[in-house]
């Protein structure tokens, strides 16, 4: 146990080790002229002001709901709570602080070549890749380690605790697993705030630059007149780096800790026949409490080696010396990313006492991941049918193109389902839910690498933006662009990765509860839980219909907060340009600083209504209707956020990219009737891309830990069907 | 028994009597001028040329079904589905027929005064409210009658039957159960066909009228100059009354055979001592045998009091005497209706051994479909804030304005949600599944009010553009408008009350599969369904997601059915205004014909492909993945379902109603920004409210009669899990 868990942490220093050399790297290039250094200068700035007025809010929470945890449990379930924020904290701002420095230094490289703003983009996009992976799986190794007590195999047991001395308040957990539970938790309420607070700042700066100024105005964009534009780059950053890298630790994290905590009660009830059934599954049996730590600890292994994999593959990128065939060189370096993270599994799974039953499991889930991610590709890329098909329906107007474009992201809802579906079933005929989990686990033990390849593609689109802000040469915009379309092309296949790698995570979180659920006072069970029967009665169907109906409120909130919050933007930008007609003429600079204020102001003010419905609602239900309504609702929600997830993010991505292929000169090209209406399409589907999609992600996740970490305080039948 | 169904064939006569005197006293009226009667002349013949193409499509599969039932079960069952398909077809034609006479009669009475033109149009849609109640009753009650052998309390037993004589392939069934579920499923089909046929029609024709004359031309709505415009009057009658009356005719008898199909089997099971104890609930115990009847046809007594509540109602509308308040009028005898229903179902209650919990059961179902409906109105009628706050957003462009749209349709969600969620826990309690269905019942009981009610919307609005296209006096325009903006709030509310009643009705048909589910061989059980357990694995949990991912592929199917119509249409449109500009100067007509042709043969090819979806769907995945992964994937379509149909109609409605009021003159009026960015969300609203959300709730019914009726002949467990 000791060698696992250093192991873990040796390779967590490594990675953060990368982490900070990379930053220091990127600091020290040159960040180019006078003017290049000032707009970094205000973007870094807003970034900076926005995440830390997030932060003020987030500790409020934080600091309550850590203390809630120390009321009802114990001190060590709180401050595993803490740590679990405080990094993904961390993680946040060390993405960010890399990637606003990276920006101005990759548009000063482009200026030079191609290949030199790539190693900058890419090494910026990996500071966050390798922190998220870095920090999640050091903390853990830490906390257990921490508090290894909870976890000796001699004399693990579910401990019952009596709520505030009140009689007959029991309540009865693994307090191991509680432990990590709670560190899952801290990290997923970061992360909700962290893409929530980001997801709607970013998209009301961009839609109200757009509206604005392509629209009214019609600027060009990215043109230094606009007064949103400096607040739409800060966006990318505290959205696309910050938001997408806080989202894809809390997965991480969710499903290395839902395959544990699995573990942990399938070890406590293994006196069970059922589960002694499970167990031989794993090619495990008599000698369980020896083989403990293997069975327990597997998860870190994996993922541990997923980060020693991500090494190897970003050190292969940044150091290739090609020059031609970026994206070759970075789908090869993912691959090679891939193909480690499973030569090292199967490596620790053969000197594991298991069986291969979570190898492959394992694969399963990383096969599925890249095949969703695949599926996202066709329908949102206008190499594709699709998009293409889309781009020509936008020759009949906004409203048709709309509506194409709703249909185009509910039909690409088909392949991701099923094979999600077909994903579940396998794993649970080879290994009941502790290998549905360990398929959520495959799918983000290469998490290193996805995040690097998708936080390098918003330093590019910064890039792009500087280069045209500071007015350099068109070649420089060029360069620029290309690497903002390479971005684009792995941001697609990443989206679609993050949807399936959230469903998968949620579904090992909600397994997780549901082992905690069926296990009461000395006794745990494989879980049972009925959709309806007498004892539930309809209790589980208004739970799943609950749990539908939450995500599309949430998903209201969101949309409204983008456009409340563009809309206030829309009338300052107005002000600014009929108060100052030298903006318009381009002998004064507009007051970027007050756009910046105003959106990060709506972005923490709208956060955080939906953040406590997210937070809030698991608690409810559960204590008020029992664990088998909240499984109905986790699973209720699981269901429409998937569906909602995939549709808002294919949809906005075809009528963002059919857009840029009317751009592209087709069906008209610029300016034309195709164009304008793309234009509006493309507006409608952004904040259903990158607000709504993503944040639906952290919802479903988020509600799953909640649930699991207060599992033991619901009622098995609710009070009022006693 | 005798006097029972009796009864009901009794109120049945009477209520197609009124529909048949309705008819008789409509098309004595005069049909005006002799544009109006050409005008009149061309759309009734475009409605009957397209219900008679959609019928030969659907004589095909209707002919087909039965056949597969005859050669899989009994003649018997195949003769009930002939029976109900028949039925529906006709109901369908009966209130098209009535409508299309009524329109140009209510024109003309509009020239005398308003409360005549009322008369017409309220007596032309009572028509279709008393067919679609006096053909499902009648019918049901001829199919009871004719096959009572098999309801015999004396004899009523499982069967086995051996399919096609292959050894081991044996299925159990009641047949009374199968006659009653086959009578149903005849007319889900049709309704579908109908609803999706019509809703593809009905809103391609409107959308390419809107897309060339509105936006390109600047020609007003219903001007004759524009070769769609009698395409789009067709549409009205094809969809709105023929698809709606489908729909809510489908929900009916789902709601009655539902009812009745959960007490046979409650019957047959009643040695467990569980279901003994379900019983007991319904204050039936030993003499069972003896108040068989009561207990099993119950539902058919609460409806046939329904149909003669509704003669009341509508003798109430259609003889008062009052000139004004023709809102209040409507209002009124909807509320008379509901509360006589109510009184007639306790009178039965009453009469019967059973105790009061159907009663309150069906009460529940009536509050809580009255109450969805008003949510409905709240959210799009221009009253109320949701939509004058999206009116407002219209001023900030068509992209913003859909988005502000697609947040109210996600927030409207919330209440139906919880009203339903609410009344299933409640009902559950009450009386298991069986209150369920009662709840159903009860929310449906009055539906020939609601269909008549929302039958004379549509013909206030063909009368309305009959009014123009003739070129009548302004006058008679303003009075049919007057019509049509009545038929709107019924409709709103009429609407809602459709997503609500084929929630429950779907929920219904739900529970009676799990019924037939869960009776294997001669032993009949309580249904106990899980969501996760080592039997059924992760199969149920792959049912929901596969359920859910279903409506959504659906919807695709029609959004695109309806925009590449309405793109062929255009095209047709455009090349007629510039092959011959006489036509835009008023001196030639267009060719009408044509477009309908174009319209018609769009709605019937492109209704196969979703219809054959939702038919196979079940099929596919009860046959090879078993019960249990069905019992998953109906309720996942269930929920995702609802959503989706909420959301669509709601956001559709309201950005239609925040359009019409820019168009009063808010927010710059007509010719404004907001009014162009209003006729956008309009357009994009358009198919979602109208082909998308009614679809849907047929989509849901119609999967859970066919899960019911081949319930038999899928596998508990699915052949790969053995």
Same mark, same amino acid.
């Given at each position: 146990m000791g060698l696992m868990l250093g192991a873990a942490a040796l390779v967590s220093v490594a990675a953060l080790a990368w982490s900070a050399y990379a930053t220091y790297w990127v600091a020290r290039r040159d960040p180019g002229t006078e003017r290049m250094r000032e707009i970094q200068g205000y973007i870094r700035e807003g970034a900076w002001a926005f995440m830390l007025a997030e932060a003020r809010v987030m500790a409020i929470t934080l600091a309550v709901v850590g203390a809630v945890l120390w009321a009802l449990f114990y001190w060590e379930v709180a401050v595993a709570f803490w740590v679990g924020s405080g990094l993904a904290m961390a993680a946040g701002f060390i993405g960010m602080n890399a990637a606003t420095l990276a920006n101005a230094r990759t548009t000063h490289a482009a200026r030079t070549s191609f290949k030199q703003a790539l190693n900058v983009a890419f090494s910026g996009g990996s500071v966050m890749g390798m922190a998220v992976a870095g920090l999640a799986v050091g903390g853990l190794a830490l906390v257990i380690w921490l508090f290894r007590r909870e976890f000796d195999p001699g004399i693990l047991y579910i401990h019952t605790k009596t709520i505030f001395g009140i009689p007959g308040a029991d309540v009865n957990f693994i307090k191991g697993a509680l432990i990590v539970s709670a560190y899952s938790a801290g990290a997923s309420l970061v992360a909700l705030f962290d893409r929530v607070g980001g997801g709607i700042y970013t998209k009301a700066a961009d839609m109200a630059a757009d509206l604005v100024?392509?629209?009214? #105005?019609k600027i060009p964009e990215d043109d230094p007149r606009n007064p949103a534009t400096i607040a739409d780059n800060v966006g990318d950053n505290v959205g696309d780096v910050g938001g997408l890298g806080a989202d894809l630790l809390e997965s991480f994290v969710g499903a290395v800790i839902s395959a544990i905590v699995i573990s942990l009660y399938i070890y406590v009830g293994r006196g069970n026949p059922d589960i002694q059934g499970l167990l031989a599954k794993f090619?495990?049996?008599?000698n369980i409490t020896q083989d403990f730590w293997w069975f327990a600890l597997l998860p870190i292994l994996y993922v541990t080696g997923g980060i020693v994999a991500c090494l190897i593959a970003i050190a292969y990128i940044r150091f290739s010396r090609r020059e031609q065939g970026t994206q070759g060189i970075l789908m090869n370096g993912t691959r090679l990313g891939a193909l480690l993270t499973a030569g090292f599994a199967a490596l620790f799974t053969w000197l594991s006492? #298991?069986? @291969?039953v979570p190898f492959y499991a394992a694969i399963l889930g990383i096969v599925s991941g890249i095949a969703i991610g695949f599926v996202s590709e066709y329908y949102t890329?206008?190499?594709?049918k699709p998009t293409r098909d889309l781009a020509k329906a936008y020759q009949s107007g906004a409203a048709v193109g709309v509506t194409e474009g709703m249909a185009v992201g509910m039909m690409s809802a088909l392949w991701p389902c099923l094979i999600i579906a077909v994903a579940t079933v396998v794993a649970y005929q080879m290994g009941g839910l502790l290998a549905v989990a360990y398929a959520a686990l495959g799918m983000l033990s290469f998490v290193g690498m996805t995040v690097s390849v998708d936080s390098y593609g918003p330093i590019g689109d910064n890039a792009a933006g500087i280069a045209t802000m500071a007015k350099l040469d068109p070649s420089v915009r060029e360069r620029t662009d290309q690497l903002d379309a390479i971005g684009n092309t792995t941001a697609a296949i990443g989206k679609g990765f993050a949807i399936g790698s959230a469903a998968f995570a949620a579904l090992g979180l909600i397994a997780a509860y549901l082992w905690s659920a069926a296990g009461r006072a000395d006794e745990v069970h494989v879980p049972d839980i009925p959709i309806i029967n007498p004892t539930v009665g309809g209790m589980v169907v208004a739970g799943l219909i609950v749990g539908a109906m939450v995500t599309y409120v949430f998903s209201a909130l969101l949309i409204r907060a983008v456009s409340r919050t563009a809309d206030v933007m829309v009338q300052e930008i107005r002000r600014q340009f009929r108060d100052n007609p030298k903006i318009m003429s381009g002998e004064e600079s507009p007051d970027y600083r007050r756009c910046i204020t105003i959106t990060a102001h709506g972005g923490v003010r709208r956060m955080v209504l939906p953040s406590l419905l997210a937070l809030g609602m698991p608690l409810f239900v559960g204590l008020l209707f029992g664990r088998y309504t909240l499984a109905g609702f986790l699973v209720g929600a699981l269901l429409s956020a998937i569906m909602l997830a995939i549709y808002c993010g294919n949809a906005g991505g075809a009528m963002d990219n059919a857009k840029k292929y009317v751009e592209?000169?087709?069906? &008209? &090209?610029? &300016?034309s009737e195709a164009h304008a209406a793309g234009v509006i399409a493309d507006t409608v589907g952004d904040p259903l891309k990158d607000t709504v999609g993503p944040s639906l992600d952290i919802l479903i996740k988020l509600m799953s830990v909640i649930s699991l970490l207060f599992?033991?305080? @619901?009622?098995?039948?609710?009070f009022f069907m006693r």
């Open positions: 100024g392509k629209v009214e #105005l090619g495990l049996g008599e006492p #298991l069986n @291969f890329s206008s190499r594709y592209e000169g087709h069906f &008209g &090209g610029k &300016g599992a033991s305080l @619901f009622p098995v039948i609710p």
